[in-house]
T-cell receptor, first 115, second 110 residues
Framework: AQSVTQLGSHVSVSEGALVLLRCNYS??????LFWYVQYPNQGLQLLLK??????LVKGINGFEAEFKKSETSFHLTKPSAHMSDAAEYFC?????????????FGAGTRLFVKA | DAGITQSPRHKVTETGTPVTLRCHQT?????MYWYRQDPGHGLRLIHY???????DKGEVSDGYSVSRSKTEDFLLTLESATSSQTSVYFC?????????FGPGTRLLVL
């Protein structure tokens, strides 16, 4: 079965430091990959998505992610963290062998940003 | 903004009572989904719909039923609420491969 693993349920960085949130997926065929962000008491908002057009995907708020097929990874990065980046981040995969339109979500990583 | 609203936004109910949550969309999307969100589990699919009166089960469908009599509305019913169904429920629609989410309903079952 398709799965998504996010390494680290909590990540803490200082303001201005690099943000790195890790995501690995299992798929036997090229999937669609996503990162969503959830701010407190809100729904999930699409941050960026990979659809095979380019391996480095740029998203909103300065985030980007790189698709590495050989490592089955789709890690999320941002060069310099801002206090407003504090939120929960979800990696997700659809297509491939997830069952067409179904999307599988990771357990989430909560990002803390220290002043 | 994908034009998705959920009602109610908050609800407290007692064990054994039926509860219905409503998801409404304004853009005639074919696919709609209900998820529950619990700490440490991310989002788990309860049921989904691929058209009016066309629905199917997700990975955590026990104790839940759904109905879709109109394109714009997707209802989730907890037939007899239990404390294990205390959760945050999200509705979503999909546009091709991408899902877009409503604001959520926070349900507490006492």
């Amino acid at each position: 079965a398709q799965s998504v693993t996010q390494l680290g349920s909590h990540v803490s960085v200082s303001e201005g430091a690099l943000v790195l949130l890790r995501c690995n997926y299992s798929s036997s065929v090229p999937p669609y990959l996503f990162w969503y962000v959830q701010y407190p008491n809100q729904g999930l908002q699409l941050l960026l998505k990979y659809t095979s057009a380019a391996t480095l995907v740029k998203g909103i708020n300065g985030f980007e992610a790189e698709f590495k097929k050989s490592e089955t990874s789709f890690h999320l990065t941002k060069p310099s963290a801002h206090m407003s980046d504090a939120a929960e981040y979800f990696c997700a995969v659809s297509g491939g062998n997830t069952g067409g339109f179904k999307t599988i979500f990771g357990a989430g990583t909560r990002l803390f940003v220290k002043a | 903004d994908a034009g998705i609203t959920q009602s109610p936004r908050h609800k407290v109910t007692e064990t054994g009572t039926p509860v219905t949550l409503r998801c409404h969309q304004t853009e005639n999307h074919r696919y709609m989904y209900w998820y529950r969100q619990d700490p440490g589990h991310g989002l788990r699919l309860i049921h989904y719909s691929y058209g009016v009166k066309d629905t199917d089960k997700g990975e955590v469908s026990d104790g839940y039923s759904v109905s879709r009599s109109k394109t714009e509305d997707f209802l989730l019913t907890l037939e007899s609420a239990t404390s294990s169904q205390t959760s945050v429920y999200f509705c979503a629609i999909s546009v091709k491969e991408t899902q877009y989410f409503g604001p959520g309903t926070r349900l507490l079952v006492l």
